[in-house]
Nanobody
């Protein structure tokens, strides 16, 4: 059973940066898509960035493109999201995800979810 554990959330001022990390255990994820979603209060979960097992050409949702950078290390079973120029409206719980396959952008396509880490951006 794959388990995902997020770290790196917290409180940051608007315009600041955070780095989220996700460590996977319970299997070899070298043929898995991995990435990050977030869910703000009262809103649906939305994809932020996902990356295939090749670790090339991550997908970014339009609102974070140019500000967020996703990377993965297959040898360490980790995925990292660097977030810059954060905005108050990006306050949410951020989830690490993984699923067998190449690259997906819908929440329903991901089998494994971490418990989430809170990111709060103050104005």
């Amino acid at each position: 059973q794959v388990q995902l554990v997020e770290s790196g959330g917290g409180l940051v001022q608007a315009g600041g940066s955070l780095r989220l990390s996700c460590a996977a255990s319970g299997g070899t994820l070298s043929r898995y898509a991995m990435g990050w979603f977030r869910q703000a209060p009262g809103k649906e979960r939305e994809v932020l960035a996902v990356i295939s097992w090749t670790a090339y050409s991550p997908y970014y949702t339009a609102s974070v493109k140019g500000r967020f950078t996703l990377s993965r290390d297959n040898a360490k079973n980790t995925v990292t999201l660097e977030m810059n120029t954060l905005k108050p409206e990006e306050t949410a719980v951020y989830y690490c995800v993984a699923t067998p396959g190449y690259l997906y952008t819908l929440p329903s396509q991901y089998h494994y979810w971490g418990l989430g880490t809170q990111v709060t951006v103050s104005s």
